[in-house]
């Protein structure tokens, strides 16, 4: 059981309209059709008369409601109670955002906002965890910032996008690089060993349509969901990948890799950087936070 589900039965119970409840809920009518059917399932008893409209509840709706809202109320304090003893000071900002972020493109990014961020305490989560659960975080003021790319896979739903502010952070190449000593011997090879992402990330759906347009004789050699993987792989001349150049300035300033097709620029896949906050009232540090990092932004533009 899905302790949404007691939301979703609460607001269906509370708004009659399977519509009006999913529109409340942030979810499309299908899928909270789908949870109210799991949590009778589970419950093994009818919960709503759907022959009437308004929808009303049964008697086993009626009789659950007291269990839920204890449930509820429970499931509330301790919430409440851990996301206080999460915030290690009035000073904490609680950030989610990509594995790759966390490891360069923030720690750099944080370097250039050094004055406007002064006394703040940062609690930095590189989350595995799908876009939707990020920004529902965000929401039950479990985070605070996540920082995604600009894309369709990784944006709000209409659902829910007016209850975000953003800003543009920066603006993202992922290209594909590899190392010296592998791309002089490609001239001996019909094929090229290509490290790529697995079916799951994001990445995957970025990188594919180029792959698949470019008509390069690519055999894929391994898949992971980690750029740093990628990286490591094709530094030790094991194939090529397509990386985000955030990821990979030092590996570039060194000569370790190096762009696998200069003179193909459509190969190139521009992605932006972008910043979320809920709307509404902040907490001061958050404020300073935001704001920060827009003082920092416009002087990098």
Not at 41 to 58: E, H
Request: proline share 5%; with cysteine.
């Amino acid at each position: 059981m899905d302790i949404k589900w007691l939301d979703d039965f609460i607001s269906l119970a509370e708004l009659g309209s399977f519509s009006a409840a999913a529109k409340a809920r942030c979810v499309t009518q299908s899928a909270f059709s789908r949870r109210i059917q799991a949590l009778e399932l589970w419950l093994g008893v009818p919960l709503f008369d759907r022959s009437a409209y308004p929808i009303v509840l049964t008697e086993h709706g009626k009789n659950f409601v007291p269990y839920v809202e204890k449930i509820l109320d429970m499931v509330k304090v301790t919430k409440e109670d851990f996301n206080n003893a999460s915030l290690k000071s009035d000073k904490s900002v609680r950030i989610v955002c990509l594995h790759s972020f966390a490891i360069n493109l923030i720690p750099n990014l944080f370097s250039k906002a050094e004055d406007y961020l002064k006394g703040l305490y940062f609690d930095i989560n590189p989350s595995v965890q799908g876009i939707d659960n990020h920004y529902q975080a965000i929401l039950d003021n479990s985070s605070d910032i996540l920082f995604a790319y600009d894309t369709r896979g990784m944006r709000p739903s209409l659902l829910i996008e007016d209850k975000f502010e953003q800003q543009q952070v920066l603006e993202e190449k992922i290209i594909p690089v590899a190392s010296p000593t592998l791309l002089n011997n490609l001239d001996n090879k019909s094929t090229v060993p290509y490290l790529a992402y697995s079916e799951q990330t994001f990445l995957k759906s970025v990188v594919s349509p180029v792959t698949e347009k470019s008509k390069l004789p690519l055999e894929q050699v391994v898949e992971t969901t980690l750029s740093e993987t990628l990286i490591k792989m094709a530094t030790a001349s094991q194939g090529i990948a397509w990386v985000p150049m955030h990821a990979i300035k030092s590996e570039l300033d060194s000569g370790k890799l190096v762009p696998a097709f200069p003179d193909q620029p459509e190969l190139t896949v521009s992605l932006k950087v972008v910043c979320y906050r809920s709307k509404g009232e902040m907490r001061p540090c958050v404020s300073q936070f935001w704001n920060g990092l827009q003082q920092t932004i416009s002087k990098l533009e």
